[in-house]
């Protein structure tokens, strides 16, 4: 089966020829890198023509007006025929040549994705681990409608950060939605779910991806996380998030008292009490001014 893969990307750097570079050492044959670029300016600064350095990457501009998570993504869809596609960041880098290999190889005949393990990198925090392990466990995991009581919002997790999608099921299924903030992928997900289709979990394939949020920038990013939950009851009032914001703490705590670092539980709770706070406001942004809704989220261009 042929495979594309398509990366949004805004400031592009020398990271970026690197990852272009393992997606072309990859155990299986690549077909075009889409490069979704947003903000030709920047990607004139960066001053390397990739369509000339690497003959199967294609880039298309948009500018930051444009961008949405959900659109840019199905103008890359659309851009591609392979039967395959594989979604990433710019910030994700595969762990190993396998990882496209083993990705599509977790889509079964009634898989609509499949997602990559995340791992944290070298110099990420204690806390950033935790999560990592937490969302991205050793074991892999093929979801349904039948896991939702068990699972809950869990069932419908995937993540555009690495994921691979049967191309025949997405044009069924409508693709992406056209317009929101956050959460493309678990919209996405969720509708797959609910058609009968699965979602994989494949362990195997793995790519480093991790941040170095400030708790201000949580609260910015939970803020848009809950947006897209109050936007889409359709998805969201299934399965809360709340649940699964009581397991990470007790994760959390678990973990930090076998490594003998209960000193740092404060810390972790405040970490948690921003992105709390963050994802409320965002629950209820409707009842907040938008000069405040301006000023939190982590995504102007949205709201114009």
């Known amino acids: 089966m042929k495979i594309d893969i398509i990366i949004p990307i805004y400031r592009p750097g020398r990271e970026l020829i690197s990852l272009v570079e393992k997606l072309e050492g990859q155990s299986v044959p690549v077909g075009r890198i889409i490069l979704m670029n947003t903000g030709k300016e920047f ?11 690497f003959p199967n990457v294609r880039v298309y501009h948009i500018t930051k007006d444009e961008f949405d998570h959900g659109e840019t993504r199905r103008r890359g869809v659309q851009y591609s025929d392979a039967d395959i596609f594989v979604c990433m960041t710019q910030d994700a880098v595969p762990a190993d040549r396998f990882l496209v290999e083993r990705l599509s190889g977790a889509l079964g005949e009634n898989v609509a994705a499949a997602y990559a393990r995340q791992l944290p990198g070298k110099d990420s925090s204690e806390f950033e681990r935790i999560s990592r392990h937490f969302n991205y466990p050793e074991e892999s995991r093929v979801k349904t409608r039948a896991d939702l009581e068990e699972m809950g919002i869990k069932t419908f997790f995937c993540s555009n950060v690495c994921a691979a999608y049967r191309r025949n099921i997405y044009d069924k299924l409508g693709g992406f939605v056209r317009h929101t903030i956050f959460n493309e992928d678990m919209i996405y997900a969720a509708g797959a779910v ?9 362990a195997d394939a793995q790519v480093v991806h991790s941040h170095h949020y400030t708790n201000l920038k949580q609260l910015r990013r939970n803020f848009d996380l809950g947006v897209s939950q109050a936007e889409h009851p359709e998805v969201f009032s299934l399965a809360g998030s709340e649940a699964e914001g009581k397991k990470l703490v007790k994760e959390a705590w678990r973990f930090l ?20 706070a963050g994802y409320l406001l965002g629950k209820h942004y409707r009842s907040l001014p938008r000069s405040l809704v301006l ?3 982590d995504n102007r261009e949205y709201w114009k």
Not at 194 to 202: E, S, T, V
Not at 259 to 273: I, M, N, S, T, W
Request: glycine residues 6%; hydrophobic residues 35%; aromatic residues 20%.
């Open 43 to 53: 990607y004139d600064e960066f001053g390397v023509d990739m369509e000339e350095r």
């Open 194 to 202: 609910k058609a009968g289709y699965a979602i994989a979990y494949a």
């Open 295 to 297: 000023r939190i989220t």
């Open 257 to 276: 008292k076998k490594e003998k670092h209960l000193y740092r539980f404060p810390g972790f709770c405040v970490q948690c009490a921003f992105k709390y």
